[in-house]
């Protein structure tokens, strides 16, 4: 079966960094569209960034743009997101997700999900 895993979240002092990693099993990233959304207490699941099968098209969400980066290493079957200059209202469970619509900010068209890692940014 398919299966993502998030590493990297933790707390953090706002204007600090975080680098996010989702690695994959029985799942080829570089085949797929990838895509990081993050959900807060009480409030929908928010897109965050997308990246397509080709490094160089990636897709951000307002919120963070500028701040924050996916990238893929295929060699680690890896994508990341890189997370500069943190805001308190940064704070949610971060999700990463793969699936076949190129730069997708719709979570339903995403296949496959990993359970999560808690970002925490202080004020």
């Known amino acids: 079966q398919v299966r993502l895993v998030e590493s990297g979240g933790g707390l953090v002092q706002a204007g600090g960094s975080l680098r996010l990693s989702c690695a994959a099993s029985?799942?080829?990233?570089?085949?797929?569209?990838s895509g990081w959304f993050r959900q807060a207490p009480g409030k929908e699941r928010e897109f965050v960034a997308a990246?397509?099968?080709?490094?160089?098209?990636?897709y951000n969400a307002n919120s963070v743009k500028g701040r924050f980066t996916i990238s893929r290493d295929n060699a680690k079957n890896t994508v990341y997101l890189q997370m500069n200059s943190l805001k308190p209202e940064d704070t949610a469970v971060y999700y990463c997700?793969?699936?076949?619509?190129?730069?997708?900010?719709?979570?339903?068209?995403?296949?496959?999900w990993g359970q999560g890692t808690q970002v925490t940014v202080s004020s």
């Open positions: 990246i397509s099968r080709s490094v160089s098209n990636t």
């Open positions: 997700a793969a699936g076949f619509y190129e730069h997708s900010d719709d979570y339903h068209q995403y296949v496959y």
């Open positions: 029985r799942l080829t990233f570089s085949n797929y569209a």
